[in-house]
């Protein structure tokens, strides 16, 4: 709550005037968002790292799918997580008095945004297995995401563009740019077929890494050792 009001005192302070309307709706969205990613990525990987520090990770692989253990502490986090924004947000906008609007549409690229970094956060619980220490490496994956989706994307060329179509997360941010920024006529592709793949492309290959982590970690006989 602290950072959020923050955010918009220090938009306040460097502009001169409140921000309402769009810049205030993608603020909103944006934070929400990246709130959102970071706490499934991360919940994802330090909840293994937790498992093989108490030695109760073994027990996992006995009694259940460690992948569908995985997957549902992914999605409960995203609900919980969901709840706790979305009470923080309702309060500092009363207490500060302004509204925003949202566009329905955004629901597509965030849904899309969302499950692509369950696949992000199979990758991170891949890693995790193997390595079992991943503290400094979630504080690099964060800066790296970053530095990824602030890349101006729209504004370069063709190939940047092409590129920019597999990039985690990319076509999602885009396009929810496009929505926050007023009314905007979003093509069928940015709205659903670009996000789309770009999840499916994400969800897939963090889940085939996952595996692939897993079966070296059982051929060697390593699930719960440092």
Not at 180 to 192: I, K, Q
Request: hydrophobic residues 55%.
């Amino acid at each position: 709550m602290a950072i959020f009001y923050g955010m918009i005192g220090g938009s306040y302070l460097a502009s001169g005037s409140p921000i309402l309307g769009s810049n205030l709706n993608a603020l909103v969205v944006g934070y929400s968002l990246w709130i959102l990613i970071q706490r499934t990525i991360d919940e994802m990987g330090l909840s293994i790292s937790q498992e093989a520090n108490n030695g109760t990770l073994e027990q996992i692989y006995i009694s259940n799918s460690i992948s569908k253990v995985l997957f549902a502490r992914g999605v409960v986090n995203m609900i919980f997580s969901s709840i706790f924004i979305l009470v923080t947000v309702a309060v500092i906008l009363f207490f500060t008095g302004h509204q925003i609007v949202l566009d329905p549409r955004e629901i597509i690229p965030i849904a899309c945004a969302l499950f692509a970094s369950l696949g992000l956060g199979y990758a991170v619980a891949g890693i995790t297995i193997y390595a079992k220490r991943i503290d400094n490496l979630l504080q690099i994956i964060q800066y790296l995401f970053l530095a990824l989706l602030l890349i101006p994307y729209d504004n370069a060329g063709i190939y940047l563009r092409i590129v920019s179509y597999f990039v985690p997360l990319a076509p999602m941010v885009s396009v929810l740019k496009q929505l926050t920024n007023g009314p905007a006529m979003v093509s069928y592709n940015d709205l659903l077929v670009l996000p789309l793949i770009n999840a499916l492309f994400w969800f897939v290959l963090g889940y085939l890494a996952f595996n692939f982590c897993n079966i070296q970690v059982q051929k060697r006989g390593t699930i719960g050792h440092y």
